[in-house]
C-alpha cells in the first residue's frame, strides 16, 4: 500500500522559520515533491527532489533522506502571504500519491 | 512552464445526469491526470490520461462513471457519469512535463467545484 503522513496543521509567527515533514511507505519511489494550495486555489508545484539532500529555492528549501523515507520542507522568514496548505508527493512510477496536508497558519 | 485551464469552473448539477469537464493545456505535456479533492482534503487521483488510448485509472474508479478522452497532447476531458451527491467535489486537471529545468513539475487547472443535488 501506498500511505504519506504529515502534520495537520502548524502555526508560526511572521519571519520564523517552520519545517513541515512528511514519511512515506509506497512500493515504489522515484522522488518527492511539496505543493502549497491557497483556500480556494489550485496547488502550486514548490521543489521536487529525487536524491538525498536539500534543495534550496529562495525562502523555501527541501530536504529528502530516501534511506529514511523521509523529507521535509523548510520555510524561511514567513510572511502572511505563507499562509496556505501544503503537500508532500511522492512520484511512484509516473503518479504521484498525495500526502494528506498540512495547513500552515502564519500570525502577525 | 504550462498554464491549464478548465469548464466549467463550477456547476450544480441534479442527480442521475452527467457532466463533462474540459482540461486545455497551452503547450504540448507528457502527462495529463484528473483527480478529485474534498476541500480541505489531499488530492485523490482519479485516473492518467493517455493521448490515443484508454485511460489508466486508479482502484476505486471505473471507466464507465468517469470516462476521460485525450484526443491530442494538449486536450482532455472528464464526465462524471450518473451522479450522486457523493461526487460533489473538486476536480483538478493536472499536467507534467519532464523538461530539464524542473523535472516533473506538475502544473494544475483552477478546478471545477462540482455539486450534485
Known amino acids: 500500500g501506498q500511505s504519506l503522513e504529515q502534520p495537520s496543521e502548524v502555526t508560526a509567527v511572521e519571519g520564523a522559520i517552520v519545517q513541515i515533514n512528511c514519511t512515506y511507505q509506497?512500493?515504489?519511489?522515484?522522488?518527492l515533491s511539496w505543493y502549497q494550495q491557497h483556500d480556494g486555489g489550485a496547488p502550486t508545484f514548490l521543489s521536487y527532489?529525487?536524491?538525498?539532500g536539500l534543495e534550496e529555492t529562495g525562502r523555501f528549501s527541501s530536504f529528502l533522506s530516501r534511506s529514511d523515507s523521509y523529507g521535509y520542507l523548510l520555510l524561511q522568514e514567513l510572511q502572511m502571504k505563507d499562509s496556505a496548505s501544503y503537500f508532500c508527493?511522492?512520484?511512484?512510477?509516473?503518479?504521484?500519491?498525495f500526502g494528506p496536508g498540512t495547513r500552515l497558519s502564519v500570525l502577525p | 512552464s504550462a498554464v491549464i485551464s478548465q469548464k466549467p469552473s463550477r456547476d450544480i448539477c441534479q442527480r442521475g445526469t452527467s457532466l463533462t469537464i474540459q482540461c486545455q493545456v497551452d503547450s504540448q505535456v507528457t502527462m495529463m491526470f484528473w483527480y478529485r479533492q474534498q476541500p480541505g482534503q489531499s488530492l485523490t487521483l482519479i485516473a492518467t490520461a493517455n493521448q490515443g488510448s484508454e485511460a489508466t485509472y486508479e482502484s476505486g474508479f471505473v471507466i464507465d462513471k468517469f470516462p476521460i478522452s485525450r484526443p491530442n497532447l494538449t486536450f482532455s476531458t472528464l464526465t462524471v457519469s450518473n451522479m450522486s451527491p457523493e461526487d460533489s467535489s473538486i476536480y483538478l486537471c493536472?499536467?507534467?512535463?519532464?523538461?530539464?529545468?524542473?523535472?516533473?513539475?506538475?502544473?494544475f487547472g483552477p478546478g471545477t467545484r462540482l455539486t450534485v443535488t
Open positions: 508527493a511522492v512520484r511512484d512510477g509516473q503518479n504521484f500519491v
Open positions: 509506497t512500493s515504489g519511489f522515484y522522488g
Open positions: 493536472s499536467a507534467l512535463t519532464s523538461g530539464q529545468l524542473k523535472p516533473y513539475e506538475q502544473y
Open positions: 527532489n529525487a536524491l538525498d
